[in-house]
């Protein structure tokens, strides 16, 4: 059958025009690879080729207010083998096992895994300069170095369990270094080259450097130089009580900065493997939960004070050693009671029966009202791990002995940051804090602040004018009454005992207590307060004012010329009893002779150095008091006068 020239010419434009079409699209998929995903397809063909070693960031180093490092970092390599590379793998092998004290097996599977790049873990992970010169020294193919860091504690067991401490990836694990692990951490940098299918380096090809962005710094509200002194104490409570545990915090009441939190058994960061994690995952101050006893009494008294339940002066209690409510008799920690006494004795004597009258004055729902205004039963917010609540009565199961018994800090557990964030708004005019560690960030390059944290005043709990008062009352309980071994000569110290039977359960535990003292200072404008518990001290009778209040009195010695608060003549007189130590007032004695020396101290120790005729020297200097029978170190010289003949 013949075909017309009409229908070639009609299939030969067909064909034609379906050329054009099919080159038009390969043209327009040309152009689109070439000009929209060029880059793209490149970036991912360069991916294929290229190995990265990486670069781990400086952690962000934490640092106190002053600027003192407690959390900073040490340079450490790590090793790397891009397994293609290597030549010959039992001779590379048989070198970095030498180096790396490993066995030549596990050597030689590192350097023949079937992988780009592998990390030799864990003996070439963070290792020392000198070992990392060793491996370089060896000029292996296949074999790099890359710089690392790890976490290095300059103090040690100081601060462990505010600080926490870092994994081996630098990773935040605990305390400070997790909660604020994402800040601290930095991001990671890297050097990236190129190889072939064979992992051979393409030599056309130069290596990408991307240099790791270092974590921020973090600085505290921590004062090492509080710090310091709260350490000190707590080692010597250890070594003479050996209790079975300690609990200290000092915060400023004013804005709730923490100036020293710590806590025993402690810890080294650097060894955490090594430690029960028991004693690492318990912070005991935000942590622990137990009955706070007489300490609790400050926040009856405010209570009772703010709804002018009582007149500290003019009202009056008769104690007979114990009270009846609803059948059950709740004793005085003194046998036979204190007798009529005025309220402000109460206070003083910490006399259990007069606060269940006060707070059978308050009520139920006043009292509760007030306990939970202090923030007790609730977190304070403190940015730490692991913050207990604390355990309060239910309301509905609040009868008579109940509302007894929380009036004198028995039957309630708390935490000691509630206890200090509370007692610090009871003391400081009346506002709540929120308890804070972490002041601000700081630009580890710059040094220039990033973003600081302010103080938060959650609200107002008592007057100013209910605050004076309770200030006064626990200043008078600290020259006056049960508090006298936290007594400070030249600086106004308040604050209040505390003796709490530990439970075991359900049962109180005999001979075994959490005795406590919590204080402040001055008392006129608060600028410290220190609380200090010791469970069950062994040796010694079990009372806060015979264990807690003299360390508190030894932290507030120390602490407050830190602080810059400069001694005052104005403080209440302190009362001694007949087994008090008393307190002598050191005299001039500059010029005085031997002879003189020793007619004159009968009730100090001489420490006399020097073959002089004369006192040319003395430590302590004139005015400052010392307790009976301390030393006093004077220095003996030749006279003025003699120097004089002599020279002549």
């Known amino acids: 059958m013949r075909v017309s020239n009409v229908t070639v010419r009609k299939r030969l434009a067909l064909t034609l025009l379906f050329g054009f079409f099919i080159f038009f699209v390969i043209d327009i998929r040309l152009g689109y690879v070439q000009f929209f995903l060029g880059d793209t397809l490149t970036s991912g063909a360069k991916d294929l080729w290229s190995r990265n070693i990486p670069f781990e960031p400086e952690r962000g180093e934490i640092l106190d207010r002053n600027g003192v490092k407690l959390a900073t970092n040490m340079s450490a390599p790590t090793i790397y083998v891009v397994p293609r590379q290597i030549e010959n793998p039992a001779e ?15 050597a ?23 070992k990392a010169n060793e491996v370089r020294d060896l000029s292996l193919k296949g074999i790099y170095i890359a710089e690392d860091s790890k976490r290095y504690y300059p103090f040690g067991s100081y601060l462990s369990h505010v600080l926490g401490f870092a994994g081996i990836d630098n990773q935040g694990l605990l305390g400070l270094e997790a909660y604020y692990d994402e800040e601290l951490k930095g991001k990671k940098g890297y050097v990236k080259f190129f190889s072939d299918a064979k992992g051979q380096r393409m030599p056309d090809e130069a290596d990408d450097y991307t240099a790791p962005v ?33 609990i200290a915090i000092a915060m400023n009441p004013n804005n709730g900065e923490i100036l020293a939190m710590s806590s025993r058994p402690d810890f080294d960061p650097a060894n955490f493997r090594e430690v029960d994690p028991k004693v690492y995952n318990r912070n005991l101050p935000v942590w622990s939960n137990y009955e706070p006893g007489s300490t609790f009494k400050i926040i009856t008294l405010a209570a009772a004070l703010e709804e002018n339940k009582v007149n500290l002066t003019k009202d009056t209690f008769n104690d007979s050693g114990s009270v009846e409510v609803d059948g059950a008799r709740l004793r005085c920690w003194k046998r036979g009671g204190h007798g009529h006494q005025t309220f402000l004795e109460v206070v003083q004597n910490s006399c259990n029966p007069g606060f269940v009258e006060l707070g059978q004055r308050l009520g139920e729902e006043t009292l509760f009202k007030y306990i ?24 509905e199961r609040v009868g008579p002995v109940e509302l007894a018994t929380t009036a004198f800090g028995q039957g309630v557990s708390v935490t000691p940051i509630q206890q200090v964030a509370a007692v610090s708004a009871a003391v400081n005019g009346g506002i709540l804090y929120t308890p804070y560690i972490a002041k601000e960030w700081v630009d580890p390059v710059t040094n220039e602040v990033i973003s600081r944290q302010t103080p938060e005043a959650k609200k107002r709990v008592i007057s100013d004018e209910t605050s004076k008062e309770i200030r006064y009352a626990l200043e008078s309980v600290v020259a006056l009454g049960t508090g006298r071994n936290a007594y ?9 005992t505390g003796t709490a039977q530990k439970v075991k359960d359900g049962r109180y535990m005999e001979n075994n207590h959490i005795v406590s003292f919590i204080g402040f200072a001055p008392a006129d404008d608060p600028q410290v307060v220190v609380y200090v518990a010791v469970d069950n001290p062994k040796g010694t009778i079990q009372f806060g ?4 209040a003299p360390i508190v009195g030894n932290i507030m010695r120390d602490v407050l010329p830190e602080l810059g608060v400069k001694p005052r003549k104005n ?38 150095a020097g073959e002089g005729d004369v006192v040319v020297q003395q430590s302590p200097k004139a005015g400052v008091k010392v307790k009976e029978g301390s030393t006093l170190r004077v220095y003996l010289g030749e006279s003025d006068k003699k120097q004089s003949q002599e020279n002549e």
Not at 93 to 98: F, G, I, Q, V
Not at 108 to 130: D, F, L, Q
Not at 545 to 548: D, E, K, L, M, W
Not at 579 to 595: A, F, H, R, S, Y
């Open 571 to 608: 403080q209440i007189e302190k009362e001694y009893k007949w087994l008090d130590t008393k307190l002598v007032e050191i005299p001039n004695i500059l010029g005085l002779t031997k002879q003189e020396l020793t007619e004159q101290f009968v009730n100090l120790k001489l420490d006399v």
């Open 108 to 130: 030689y599977k590192h350097v023949t895994e079937n992988e780009s790049i592998v990390r030799i873990n864990p003996e070439g992970r963070k290792i020392s300069h000198a």
């Open 92 to 106: 590379t092998a048989k070198k970095l096992a030498a180096v790396l004290n490993m066995s030549e097996e596990k």
């Open 488 to 496: 400070v000569d030249g600086y106004r110290v308040g604050g209040k």
């Open 545 to 548: 004012g015979t264990v807690a």
């Open 214 to 246: 270092d974590g921020n710094n973090l600085r505290l509200t921590i004062d090492s130089r509080v710090q310091t002194i709260v350490e000190r104490e707590l080692d010597n409570v250890q070594a003479t009580y050996n209790p079975d545990g300690i």
């Open 372 to 395: 939970k205004d202090f923030g007790f039963g609730q977190k304070t917010g403190i940015d730490l791990q692991g913050e207990g609540r604390g355990i309060l009565f239910n309301p």
